[in-house]
T-cell receptor
Framework: DVKVTQSSRYLVKRTGEKVFLECVQD?????MFWYRQDPGLGLRLIYF???????EKGDIPEGYSVSREKKERFSLILESASTNQTSMYLC??????????????FGPGTRLTVL | QQQVKQSPQSLIVQKGGISIINCAYE??????FPWYQQFPGKGPALLIA?????SEKKEGRFTISFNKSAKQFSLHIMDSQPGDSATYFC???????????FGKGTRLSVIA
């Protein structure tokens, strides 16, 4: 069974803390994505990566960075957490194979609260 | 900015009724249009998808209708059931290494 796992389901941090959200996929996918989900705003793309050590900015990269040192792992970093980063964070992966039609597989999400 | 506009934001349907969610897109280069279903506490999962070479695709009670000239596509859920209650996202992309562009989602509630 294919799987995308995220390190925490719930996380509470203080303003100014450095926060690491980890995502691991076991499908040997080349592509990985980080989204945040907020009510009424849908899924907004933060960063994505098409290969190890590669990263591309999404629609809302400000205040975030990412790291992809291994193919299966994609980390989202909040350098200095702020209350407006309280959100649900979703990681996804997809295959580069054209026959996969860009199907993305999502993890269960991490609900981050910044106090 | 590439956009996919989804409506309605929320929908309440009686059990056994038809649920209809609509999406419109702007970029004529999009060639892949999936719908994702998300239950509370879970990540979204692919429900059904269509490519623009067909006008309709049906899988069980779920049907995508696609209108290329109008740049619109919609999800129809026939004989809606309480278990269909979830948030639905439409999306679009260009085949290849481009991210999906998601609509803002529709929260569907099917009541008995």
């Amino acid at each position: 069974d294919v799987k995308v796992t995220q390190s925490s389901r719930y996380l509470v941090k203080r303003t100014g803390e450095k926060v690491f959200l980890e995502c691991v996929q076991d499908m040997d996918h080349e592509n990985m994505f980080w989204y945040r989900q907020d009510p009424g705003l849908g899924l907004r793309l933060i960063y994505f990566s098409y290969d190890v050590k590669m990263k591309e900015k999404g629609d809302i990269p400000e205040g975030y960075s990412v790291s992809r040192e291994k193919k299966e792992r994609f980390s989202l970093i909040l350098e200095s957490a702020s209350t407006n980063q309280t959100s649900m964070y979703l990681c996804a992966s997809s295959s580069k194979d054209a026959s996969s039609y860009n199907e993305q597989f999502f993890g269960p999400g991490t609900r981050l609260t910044v106090l | 900015q590439q956009q996919v506009k989804q409506s309605p934001q929320s929908l309440i349907v009686q059990k056994g009724g038809i649920s209809i969610i609509n999406c419109a897109y702007e970029n004529t280069a999009f060639d892949y249009f999936p719908w994702y279903q998300q239950f509370p506490g879970k990540g979204p999962a692919l429900l059904i998808a269509i490519r623009p070479d067909v006008s309709e695709k049906k899988e069980g009670r779920f049907t995508i209708s696609f209108n290329k000239s109008a740049k619109q596509f919609s999800l129809h859920i026939m004989d809606s059931q309480p278990g269909d209650s979830a948030t639905y996202f439409c999306a679009a992309s260009i085949t290849g290494n481009t991210p999906l562009v998601f609509g803002k989602g529709t929260r569907l509630s099917v009541i008995a």
